[in-house]
């Protein structure tokens, strides 16, 4: 079956760490994005990549960094400059154009710093 | 900018009630509207979805449809199950080449 994976489920980290989320598919989408959730503020967008070695900030983008070497793979990197990185979040993936309205979503990495 | 507007929630109904999720827009030109639900431990799958003026979404039992003089986009459901217990999202895309935009989202707890 086609669908996102993402892992790890759960992370813990140390402030100060660094800490990569894996998201990969086999949709053969051609979009890839990077949601955070927060309980009370719904989704927020924090990088998008619309091709191979692009992508673009959304409205969250400081303190991540992502790269799109892969169709299939969109790692994001939560860094130690994210000053509040506890959440959930979410990958999701889509065709271009008109087929952008449809967003399949991995099932979430939730991230927890102590 | 484009927004969607949710109404503040938890929403708690029992069994068989009758379920309205109120949604309202803000956006240039004509949007495509949408509903997403996330049922607990899960990512996010669309639900139904609208892309011009009066036209009706439904999925599920679900349904909304797309008001452009109220700019409403409201979600009802006539009977809601336990098994619908989810967060729900509204959202909107203004044109081919913008992004979705997502509501807060609003938790629904349906009892037995």
């Known amino acids: 079956d086609g669908g996102i994976t993402q892992s790890p489920k759960y992370l813990f980290r140390k402030e100060g760490q660094n800490v990569t989320l894996s998201c990969e598919q086999n949709?053969?989408?051609?979009?890839m994005y990077w949601y955070r959730q927060d309980p009370g503020q719904g989704l927020r967008l924090i990088y998008y990549s619309q091709i191979v070695n692009d992508f673009q900030k959304g409205d969250i983008a400081e303190g991540y960094s992502v790269s799109r070497e892969k169709k299939e793979s969109f790692p994001l990197t939560v860094t130690s400059a994210q000053k509040n990185p506890t959440a959930f979040y979410l990958c999701a993936s889509s065709n271009t154009g008109e087929g952008a309205n449809v967003l399949t979503f991995g099932a979430g990495s939730r991230l927890t710093v102590l | 900018g484009d927004s969607v507007t949710q109404m503040e929630g938890p929403v708690t109904l029992s069994e068989e009630a009758f379920l309205t999720i109120n949604c309202t827009y803000t956006a240039t030109g004509y949007p495509s509207l949408f509903w997403y639900v996330q049922y607990p431990g899960e990512g996010l799958q669309l639900l139904l979805k609208?892309?011009?003026?009066?036209d009706k979404g439904s999925n599920k039992g679900f349904e909304a449809t797309y008001r452009k003089e109220t700019t409403s986009f409201h979600l009802e459901k006539g009977s809601v199950q336990v098994s619908d217990s989810a967060v729900y999202f509204c959202a909107l895309r203004g044109g081919a080449n913008s992004k979705l935009t997502f509501g807060k989202g609003i938790t629904l707890s349906v009892r037995p």
């Open positions: 949709l053969n989408h051609d979009a």
């Open positions: 609208a892309t011009k003026a009066d």
